[in-house]
């Protein structure tokens, strides 16, 4: 393995001293009075499989077209690789895009559909035909090579699209929602295959997705977007676990807000008092009295009983809804003063008398687990 391919481990976003492979700085698009990508600055590392997260309408797409070449920023610097790309065509950037579509000739076999851009480039027949079965390899499609892309499923579609994506050894792979075609089961097992097949080569991949489980899955680093903008950069457990507003919290994975105001704080605890009662919370520097916060905390950190709980946060609900969902179930606990609180807790085996609707029950979590929030 090459040192391009580690930085997963070598993390070198954490370095101040490393150097960016990718570099946008104060990028936006305006489309009339609208600016669909707003004041972006963002550094991608070599080696990095980096995952633009965001709705739709936000503008990671635009910022992703931008950086292959196909639309031009209204303001702004891209650099790749040390090269400005201000002013370089799309097909002299050393980069290469897959699109959500695949895009494959129906009318070419898989091996010619691969082996297109070799061709159309003057590559001799013989040497792009060897690094197509290369390629193929790769993706664990040998056995395809004559098929046409109808014969194909999904999952093996979407494997010559990235195949062909590839072949071209470009420095920056620019997957535009690879994955969204695919069915849930398949889309979760091509996402290990996709890591992989990342690993090897050792290109930067910089993916755009709308699923939140794909970018945790997929990424060594989320950029999360919103209106257009960046509001947050950070390695996947950061993102779920230190959000920096309430909009991230919101937007990643399943959350229970509660919105109050700073009520007493001391060295090792804080004091927030919401309309469900006080939570006590983790001290954040800086927060005075009278302060409007907002504190999230996740499902799966509250603990849900028939009884009373030992917990620094504790309160009690009717179960409104349960969800089985094999491995856990999900709760909707209705509060007395109506408000719905949702729980994940872990399904036993062969359970004799699970927590089920219309029960009185008590719930209960650490400060630990309350994550206060100011935006």
């Known amino acids: 393995m090459g040192e391009t391919i580690l930085a997963a481990e070598a993390r070198p976003w954490r370095e101040a001293t490393q150097k960016p492979f990718v570099r946008i700085r104060g990028i936006s698009k305006l489309f009339g009075d609208l600016a669909a990508v707003d004041d972006v600055s963002l550094d991608i590392y070599q080696g990095e499989l980096f995952c633009l997260l965001g ?22 610097h891209i650099e790749i690789d040390g090269q400005e790309m201000t002013g370089i065509a799309a097909n002299l950037r050393p980069t290469n895009m897959m699109f959500q579509s695949y ?25 792009a035909m060897a690094r197509t079965a290369d390629m193929l390899s790769l993706v664990k499609l040998e056995g395809f090579a004559r098929r046409r892309p109808q014969q194909l499923s999904g999952g093996q579609q979407q494997r010559v699209a990235l195949a062909r994506s590839l072949i071209k050894q470009p420095k920056l792979l620019l997957l535009d929602e ?17 890591i992989r ?58 959350v229970n807000i509660f919105d109050g105001e700073v009520d007493a704080a001391a060295p090792d605890m804080m004091r927030v008092n919401t309309p469900e009662g006080a939570i006590l919370c983790p001290p954040l520097p ?26 620094a946060n504790t309160l009690q609900g009717i179960v409104d809804e349960v969800a089985y969902m094999g491995n856990l179930s999900v709760y909707r606990v209705r509060l007395e003063g109506g408000r719905c609180l949702k729980v994940t807790a872990a399904n036993g085996l062969h359970e004799e008398n699970p927590i089920t609707w219309d029960e009185a029950v008590h719930i209960g979590w650490s400060a630990a687990a309350s994550t206060v929030l100011t935006k």
Do not use: W
């Open 55 to 76: 709705g739709s309408g936000c503008g990671k797409s635009t910022l992703l077209r931008m950086l292959a070449g196909f639309e031009t920023p209204s303001k702004g």
């Open 103 to 127: 895009a494959l000739f129906p009318h070419m076999s898989v091996e010619k559909n691969v082996a297109y851009g070799l061709l159309r480039e003057g590559v001799p027949k013989t040497e």
């Open 178 to 194: 690879p994955l969204g075609a695919l069915d849930k089961k398949l889309r979760e097992e091509t996402q290990f295959e996709l």
């Open 197 to 254: 097949i990342q690993e090897d080569l050792g290109v930067t991949f910089i993916v755009v997705t709308h699923d939140q489980e794909e970018a945790m899955t997929l990424s060594t680093r989320i950029g999360v977007m919103d209106r257009g903008r960046i509001v947050q950069v950070g390695e996947p457990r950061q993102i779920y676990e230190a959000p920096d507003t309430k909009f991230v919290a919101d937007f990643i994975g399943s």
């Open 286 to 311: 800086g927060l005075k009295a009278h302060q409007k916060v907002h504190v999230a905390v996740r499902p799966e950190r509250i603990q849900l009983s028939r009884g009373p709980i030992k917990a």
